[in-house]
Structures are given as structure tokens and as C-alpha cells.
């Protein structure tokens, strides 16, 4: 499709880990190495969340395998003052904001909704499964930092399934409109459950931005460092006063949909194949090696933290039960009502 | 003593809100310079602002939706739905965050949000311009649910909304926009969650929310002639409900009637009786009746007095609940 082939995708660092662009993106050493690290992690949990649904220890999965670089590198372009709003697939992006993990994946042990942690702490809304909602949230959010005069943005992530949305739409005028700081971030992995992104729309997301008046960008989703930079970017230009930016990471859900879903019922392997070729960590160790950055110890080390990390957690979570059955009715209202507090009465008894 | 409209009150308690707590915004489609379709922003984008009073675009999901992220950075958000019919595309938002936000964050983040909400009928207006939209917001679990039928009560009710730490519904009743009390704007009175008795009898009690209350009081006069005199109970908050109070003045008589304009099935009324059953069983003279809008859309305007209950409809009530 020509519409396709219309919006060019920034890339620099190829599969092979060689630069084809700039990759002086103001990283230091350290930061730079850091990013493989949180991807490294990240990957590692992911793959024990999976095993620890199947042990019978989580509810359902939402898997991110391929798209660590996408969330690693937006996430880590945010700042302390900025925020967050998932949708339910970015435990990465929630491990770089430093959410508590332990907290995060009450979600998925099924101990409590969406918002097990303090959203407050880390800048990192609660998890939203409606797909879309999330985006006004966060323009709406940006709003009121623009109103306070913070110099802060807002970041939504949501998948390229969930821009069929009209809450998309919506979220994005309104964004233009009030130039709220809001970044509208794109992982478009392909698929939404089974449908490809062929049968979700017909152009491409990001050339939508030129409708509502802002920039759209199409990054490599794999390439961690031009994610990085595409989202510092429209975050520096969100907190001065530039208005909202529309960023379209190109990358793929390796694994299933959720633990719940055959992949295989829908999808071909060999497209799977390429895009392991993909990978935005080997990718990344790669051009970091080449660099003379990290090497076969360093790598060794952060594996080795990561499976102390991985076992912390698992012996954390593994231990939590259901909460207090009080918990039912005592966050719905500031101030319940009485139908609610003889309801809690008639089920709980006095305790 | 003062006289002032319904639109008047409600504009007044707008402006006290945005007076006293900087923090409130007022939003919606057409409140900035034109002061809202009914005029109920009048003046106050001028007096505050239009970083605190401002349009939004035609889109009632994003609306909802953004007062979810400005409650989250701190805000307090005071949303306009244009009109009962245009209300719904923001259901999505209402019922899966603003109701929710609070119990899925375990209390850490707190909903402070009102959504008016001008409803019901009987102003002769276009289709999706009548209709009675509060079994969908009492039904939601998480939200407050309030209806003024008076001025001076609108004020109050939307001061206490406002101020109110859960997110609020406010449906006002757009057919008495234009009515006028006598008396002090003040948010002292009863609260949310508190009915209040607007005429006393002891034949039948007629228990109604918003524009009906009013076909309520000149059924209640026409009965008066006939040595039937009614208890006219104004429910006020939907959400919290009043029970005691309903449950109070069905044993007081023994004899009830609700009113409602919305459609009969799953109406207010069911739970109204409901409650009088489990309450007030043994204390019933005669079956509880309804008096409602029929379980169909509502009509076009030449025909909308067909499906509003009349004073003739609610008096017939009455009287057939006294003669059981």
C-alpha cells in the first residue's frame, strides 16, 4: 500500500545492531546501559508471569514479549513530575517508572482491579483494560498540569486495535484543541486478540496527527534508543507549551494476546520468525558490544540480578491472599451510602 | 425575599462553587460565552475565566473522560451534558471510570466530579431532548444520584454536588428551569441522601423526584376538594435513597403512590416499592400503584402530554388506592 509507504519510520539502530542514524541521543554511558538492563528484566518477569499463570499462581496474562523496547525507551523519556496511562499490556513501561511490581501484579493474581499500587508514587495511572479510555485520561490530565502550569506531560499507551476507538478520536481533538501535553503513544504490535492491523484500519495511525493538527511519528518500536528519542522529544516539546504529539511505535506481540489466547489459530510462524530477527534486545546487546559498552560479564551480571529479582517477586506475590472481604465495599465511596453500609453489614456482620 | 428561577439558582450555585474553591471547573458544549443552551453558565466564563469556565468540543465520552484526568491532577470538575439524550455516549466513561475509580485505586484516587445533566421532559422539545436517563445512573454502582424539583432546592443540591467527595449526577429537570421560588440561595437544609416532605396528609403519600413533583402538589390540591388529602414526598438524592423517610410515610398511611416520568419497567418506582414492601409490609392499606411514563420512547412534542403522567392520571391513582 503507497499509504503505508507514506510515513517514513525513524530507525537508528538496524536488527543487526549497527547505527544507520544519530545515536548520540544525549544518553550517558550508564543511561544507556540501563536501558538494557530494564529491557533484560523486564523480558525476565514477563516470561515468569507466564509460567506463573500456568503454576496456577495468575489469572490471566497479558504477555509483552518484542515490544520491551517500545515501553523501555518511552517510559524512560519521562520524568518524575510526568505521567503515565496504560492500557494493560505495560508492565515494562511500569517497571521503568518504578512502580512496585509486588503491587502491579495484584492485578493479575486477581487480589484487586486495576489500581493495586499507588498511582500517585510513580506517575503511573491505574491499568485499564477498555482500551481506549485511558487516552482521554491522560489528556485530561494534561490539562490540568497545563492549567497549574507544571511543566509536565501526560504519555497514554494504547495499541494500534485500540485507535478503532472513537475514544481515540476523541482524546486527540481535544488534545489539539486545548494544546494539552499529552503524548499519544502507539504500540502497534500487529494484532488486536486475532484481528491484523490490515483488517484495523487502512493508513497509517501516526499520519492521522495531521488531521488533528500535531506532529505523527513512526518509530521503530524495536530500536529502543529511537523510541527514546522520538518520546523525548515530543515530551520536552509537550512541557514547554508545544501541545500533543502522536507517536507510532512499530513493533510485534511475539507471544499470544494473554495467556487465555492460541496465537496459532490466527497467525503464521514464519511471521513470527521475522520478527524474532527483530528483536530489540539482541539488537540493542549488539550495538552496545560493538561500542565497547557492555560485554559477555556485564550481560552475565544483569541476568544474574534479574533472576534474584524475579525470585523476590515471585516469593512476594506467591504468598498473597485475597484481601480482607471489608475491601468489597470500603473504597467505592468517600461516603457510602446506607443502602451500601447495611449491605456491607447484612454480608460481613459487625467485623 | 428574593425570587429567583431554577436557571438562576443553579447559575448562582455555579458561581459560589467557582468563588470558593479555585480548584472547580465549570466545562461542556456551549457554557463559555453563550452561558449554556439553557443559560445555566450565564456570565461566569466572563467572571472567572476561560481557563475555568470553557467549551469542549462536541463529544460527550471525551468530556467524561476528562474529568477523570483532571480529578486525578487535582481538579474539581462541574461537566455540562447538553441534553438527557445526547448523555449516553459518555456512559462508557461514567460507568467504567468515574463510578469505578475510586474502589479500582482502593480509595488512593479520589472521583470529586459532578455531571449535570438538564433531563426529562414536557418543554415540547425535539426527539433525545425528553428523556429520563436516572435508572441508568442509579443502577451504576459508585455514582450519587440527585434531582431538584424546586429553585431554591437545585441550588442547594448543587452546591452540596459540587462539594461532594464522590462523583454526583445531577439531573435537572428542565421543564421547571423556568419555575420560581421565593427565598435565600443557601446550601444549609436537608443533604444528600435526606428526602423531604413538600405537603402533608393522611389519606395516600405520593412519592416523586424533579418535574413531577409538581404534578404531584396540583394532583394533591385537585384531591383536597374531594376531603382526600396526600403526603407529598420529594425524594430528592435517587442515590443515596431516603428509606427511611419512604418507609415512614408508607406506614404513615398505609397508602402509596409513585410517580415517575421515565418508563414503568425497572423504573425508580420498582425500587421505591421494593423498599415500602421490605419496610412497610404489615403498615399497607392497599397495593402501592404506580403513575409513570409507558415502557416506550418518548413521544414527539404534540404528543408528549399522552405519555407524561397528568394531575388527571395521578389524582385516578390516588383515588383508587384510597377506595382499595
Known amino acids: 500500500m503507497s499509504s503505508e509507504n507514506a510515513v517514513p519510520i525513524v530507525q537508528l539502530i538496524a536488527p543487526d545492531g549497527t547505527a544507520v542514524g544519530d545515536t548520540g541521543v544525549g544518553l550517558s554511558d550508564d543511561q544507556m546501559r540501563e536501558l538494557l538492563r530494564l529491557m533484560i528484566r523486564a523480558r525476565r518477569l514477563d516470561r515468569e508471569c507466564w509460567a506463573l499463570q500456568r503454576q496456577g499462581e495468575l489469572t490471566v496474562y497479558p504477555p509483552f514479549e518484542g515490544q520491551e523496547a517500545a515501553q523501555v525507551g518511552s517510559a524512560f523519556a519521562l520524568g518524575p513530575a510526568d505521567f503515565a496511562f496504560p492500557s494493560f499490556r505495560e508492565l515494562a513501561a511500569a517497571i521503568v517508572r518504578g512502580v512496585d511490581v509486588v503491587e502491579y501484579l495484584q492485578y493479575h493474581r486477581g487480589t484487586w482491579h486495576g489500581g493495586p499500587y ?64 499529552a503524548i499519544l503513544f502507539c504500540q502497534n504490535n500487529g494484532w488486536a486478540i486475532s484481528v491484523p492491523s490490515t483488517e484495523q484500519f487502512a493508513a497509517p495511525i501516526a499520519a492521522r496527527a495531521g488531521g488533528y493538527g500535531f506532529p505523527g511519528v513512526r518509530v521503530d518500536g524495536n530500536d529502543v534508543l529511537a523510541v527514546y528519542a522520538v518520546t523525548r522529544e515530543a515530551a520536552e516539546r509537550a512541557r514547554s507549551g508545544g501541545g500533543p504529539t502522536l507517536i507510532e511505535a512499530m513493533t510485534y506481540r511475539v507471544g499470544a494476546h494473554s495467556t487465555a489466547d492460541d496465537a496459532s489459530r490466527y497467525r503464521d510462524e514464519a511471521e ?10 539482541e539488537r540493542y546487546r549488539l550495538h552496545l558490544a560493538t561500542r565497547g559498552l557492555v560485554d559477555d560479564a556485564w550481560i552475565a551480571g544483569v541476568d544474574a540480578d534479574a533472576e534474584t529479582w524475579v525470585a523476590e517477586i515471585r516469593a512476594a506475590l506467591t504468598v498473597l491472599d485475597a484481601p480482607p472481604a471489608s475491601e468489597v465495599f470500603d473504597h467505592a465511596f468517600a461516603e457510602p451510602p446506607a443502602t451500601v453500609l447495611r449491605q456491607r453489614e447484612e454480608l460481613l456482620g459487625d467485623g | 425575599m428574593a425570587e429567583h428561577t431554577m436557571v438562576a439558582a443553579l447559575n448562582a450555585a455555579l458561581r459560589g462553587s467557582l468563588q470558593e474553591d479555585p480548584r472547580t471547573l465549570v466545562f461542556g458544549e456551549d457554557v463559555g460565552e453563550l452561558g449554556g443552551v439553557f443559560r445555566v453558565t450565564e456570565g461566569l466564563q466572563r467572571e472567572f475565566g476561560r481557563e475555568r469556565v470553557f467549551n469542549t468540543p462536541i463529544a460527550e465520552a471525551g468530556i467524561a473522560g476528562i474529568c477523570v484526568g483532571l480529578a486525578m491532577a487535582g481538579w474539581r470538575p462541574v461537566a455540562e451534558m447538553q441534553f438527557d439524550g445526547f448523555s449516553y455516549p459518555a456512559l462508557d466513561q461514567v460507568i467504567g471510570h468515574v463510578a469505578k475509580y475510586r474502589e479500582r485505586t482502593r480509595g488512593r484516587v479520589a472521583m470529586p466530579i459532578t455531571i449535570r445533566i438538564p433531563s426529562f421532559g414536557g418543554i415540547r422539545g425535539k426527539e433525545h431532548h425528553g428523556e429520563s436517563p436516572e435508572t441508568y445512573y442509579v443502577h451504576t454502582a459508585g455514582l450519587k444520584v440527585l434531582t431538584p424539583s424546586t429553585p431554591l432546592d437545585a441550588y442547594r443540591l448543587l452546591r452540596l454536588a459540587i462539594a461532594d467527595p464522590d462523583p454526583v449526577i445531577v439531573l435537572e429537570p428542565k421543564s421547571r428551569y423556568w419555575s420560581k421560588e421565593e427565598g435565600e440561595l443557601t446550601a444549609e437544609g436537608p443533604g444528600i441522601g435526606r428526602a423531604r416532605t413538600l ?6 403519600v405520593l412519592i416523586s423526584y424533579g418535574a413531577m413533583i409538581q404534578r404531584c402538589l396540583e394532583a394533591a390540591s385537585v384531591l383536597e376538594a374531594e376531603g382526600v388529602t396526600c403526603t407529598v414526598l420529594d425524594l430528592r438524592s435517587l442515590v443515596p435513597l431516603d428509606v427511611e423517610a419512604i418507609a415512614g410515610a408508607a406506614r404513615s398511611t398505609g397508602r402509596v403512590v409513585v410517580v415517575h416520568e421515565a418508563p414503568m419497567t425497572l423504573g425508580m418506582g420498582a425500587e421505591i416499592v421494593a423498599r415500602i414492601v421490605e419496610e412497610a409490609f404489615d403498615h399497607l392499606e392497599a397495593p402501592v400503584l404506580r403513575v409513570t411514563g409507558p415502557d416506550v420512547p418518548y413521544p414527539p412534542a404534540s404528543l408528549e402530554q399522552v405519555y407524561l403522567p397528568s394531575v388527571e392520571r395521578i389524582s385516578a391513582a390516588v383515588r383508587k388506592v384510597v377506595a382499595y
Open chain 1, 118 to 181: 499507588d498511582p500517585y508514587a510513580s506517575g503511573f495511572a491505574p491499568i485499564c483494560v477498555p482500551v481506549a479510555t485511558q487516552i482521554v485520561h491522560a489528556v485530561g490530565w494534561a490539562i490540568g498540569a497545563r492549567l497549574d502550569g507544571k511543566a509536565a506531560c501526560s504519555l497514554a499507551y494504547f495499541g494500534e486495535g485500540s485507535a478503532s476507538e472513537g475514544d481515540f478520536h476523541e482524546a486527540a481533538n481535544m488534545a489539539a484543541v486545548f494544546g494539552a501535553p
Open chain 1, 272 to 281: 513470527v520468525e521475522v520478527w524474532r530477527a527483530r528483536d530489540p534486545i
Open chain 2, 199 to 204: 405537603r402533608e396528609g393522611s389519606s395516600c
